[in-house]
Nanobody
């Protein structure tokens, strides 16, 4: 069983920045594709960003490319999402996700492929 705990959400003005963190339990974190999804009120949960086991490959939704950066520290069992130039449309609950032991080079993540979810952290961007 893997537990994922997010932190770093909050309220920020448009144009501001936030850094999300996700701490994972377990001794095999370096064999998980890790990523972030988000869900706004009344909308489906959507993929935001993912990172491969070693961190060598990353993937981003078109809506966040150039503004968000995902990274990981396998020694700390933690994945990060640096969010810059935030927009009101980025407002959502952000969920950390783990895809366990599937493909070491894969960074993209599909909803049906997620093995573990965090409880989410709220990000609110005011205009």
């Amino acid at each position: 069983q893997v537990q994922l705990v997010e932190s770093g959400g909050g309220l920020v003005q448009a144009g501001g920045s936030l850094r999300l963190s996700c701490a994972a339990s377990g001794r095999t974190f370096s064999s998980y594709t890790m990523g972030w999804f988000r869900q706004a009120p009344g909308k489906d949960r959507e993929f935001v960003s993912g990172i491969s086991w070693s961190g060598g490959n990353t993937a981003y939704a078109d809506s966040v490319k150039g503004r968000f950066t995902i990274s990981r520290d396998n020694a700390k069992n933690t994945v990060y999402l640096q969010m810059n130039s935030l927009k009101p449309e980025d407002t959502a609950v952000y969920y950390c996700a783990a895809d366990v032991f599937r493909d070491p080079n894969r960074a993209t993540m599909g909803l049906s492929e997620i093995d573990y979810w965090g409880r989410g952290t709220q990000v609110t961007v005011s205009s």
